[in-house]
């Protein structure tokens, strides 16, 4: 006697709209979906090295795009989505680095995270120094 052939189907959980039932996963696609604004950016000054290359004429076309209100909305969203980026990293930044001690104590995630965005804003601070000190 054959026994019918009967599907065996075991459970399938639904892929639709994980990320958006769990704040952690929320915060999650948050974080990668940033990652799009960093690449946005790369392929901006991208381009403007490739319009330096092609000559002067080009280079202040790239200039004068960057000056229109649309471009400046976007290189505002974009900044936004950077801090968000980099809050999410620094954010990562002690769960992922071994252990640090210092004098025989263990170093609180907090100041970690610190230290990271003092280097950034320093950092920044600097590049903007260097800009403002090579200007035209």
């Not at 090295?49 to 960057?66: F, I, K, M, S, T």
């Not at 954010?91 to 003092?118: C, D």
Request: charged share 15%.
């Amino acid at each position: 006697m054959q026994d019918k052939a009967v599907p065996r189907h075991g459970y399938v959980r639904s892929m639709k709209g994980w990320w958006t039932t769990d704040p952690f996963f929320m915060r999650y696609m948050a974080r990668e979906a940033t990652a799009l604004a960093v690449l946005a950016y790369a392929l901006i000054l991208m381009l403007g090295l490739v319009r330096l290359a092609q000559g002067e004429a080009e280079w202040n076309d790239w200039l004068a795009a960057l000056r229109s209100p649309w471009s400046i909305a976007l290189h505002v969203l974009l900044l936004v989505a950077m801090a968000v980026h980099a809050h999410s990293w620094f954010e990562v930044m002690p769960k992922t680095m071994p252990m640090l001690f210092i004098g025989g104590r263990r170093v609180e995630e907090r100041a970690i995270m610190r230290v990271g965005w003092a280097a950034a804003v320093l950092a920044t601070l600097a590049l903007l120094a260097l800009a403002w000190w090579l200007r035209p």
